[in-house]
């Protein structure tokens, strides 16, 4: 989800002399688009991808690994942190069998709060209202729970509240879940000079601050239709 800590989490990757932060692309939900018109309207996608050819499978994923090429020719990784990947990872599971997902995980309350907050433009249109952004969390909290128990692809959860209180520990979690050796400048993140197009990037370009948890007490008398529909899965 938006507001999870991916920008706080690419940062410390993109530290990595062998890792490239490339921020939220576009790309995979465009390929998802373009795959649902060519593989026609019925069954719709994404069913559709059962009509899928290897032929197509290999032309999507070198276009999309072109695009990577350009970005970065040199990285071992480059870290594509657009939060709505999440609703495509069958298709990412596809193209890319060895890639490694990283699922941003922070307390609901504070991750909808903090959407609520954002005055996100005309793309995210659940996110005006809180009864609304409850709802798509809850969506998202479903498919998530489907990909855990449908997908090989290897993937790690990495907790807000971890990485704020325990950062060089889940630093290193994250360093060693793609397979490289550490590298101490993961833990001066907010050092990087690299540009950082996110709403978070007041928080990025400082050292690890707690007081972003357990936002949403500081506003609980005001959020009542937020916690209700939340209530099922805190």
């Known amino acids: 989800m938006p507001r999870s800590g991916t920008s706080l989490t690419e940062q410390i990757l993109a530290r990595h002399d062998q890792i490239y932060g490339a921020g939220e692309l576009l790309d995979i939900g465009d390929h998802a688009e373009r795959l649902g018109k060519l593989l026609g309207p019925v069954p719709g996608f994404p069913a559709s991808l059962k009509k899928i050819t290897s032929a197509l499978l290999d032309d999507t994923a070198r276009a999309y690994l072109n695009h990577l090429q350009e970005l970065s020719a ?3 990784y480059v870290i594509d942190k657009m939060p709505q990947n999440f609703a495509h990872l ?3 599971n596809l193209l890319f069998p060895d890639a490694k997902i990283i699922h941003c995980m922070r307390d609901p309350r504070d991750t909808c709060l903090s959407i609520y907050f954002q005055h996100f433009n005309e793309a995210h249109t ?3 209202k809180l009864e609304d952004i409850a709802a798509y969390y809850l969506v998202y909290h479903r498919i ?11 993937m790690l959860e990495v907790r807000y ?3 704020v209180t325990q950062q060089e520990e889940t630093s290193r979690k994250l360093i060693d879940f793609v397979d ?14 690299r540009f950082v197009a996110t709403s ?5 370009t400082e050292k690890i601050y707690t007081r972003s948890m357990a936002r949403w007490k500081n506003y609980e008398q005001h959020i009542g239709p937020l916690l209700e529909k939340l209530r099922p899965i805190l």
């Not at 998530?144 to 290897?154: E, G």
């Not at 490289?180 to 000079?193: I, Q, V």
């Not at 978070?200 to 990025?204: M, R």
Request: hydrophobic residues 40%.
């Open 180 to 193: 490289l050796d550490w590298d101490d400048r993961c833990l001066n993140f907010h050092k990087a000079d």
């Open 74 to 76: 040199d990285a071992r």
């Open 126 to 128: 659940y996110a005006s």
């Open 90 to 92: 069958g298709l990412i």
């Open 144 to 154: 998530m729970k489907h990909w855990k128990t449908v997908l090989d692809i290897p």
């Open 200 to 204: 978070s990037y007041d928080q990025v």
């Open 161 to 163: 509240e971890k990485l």
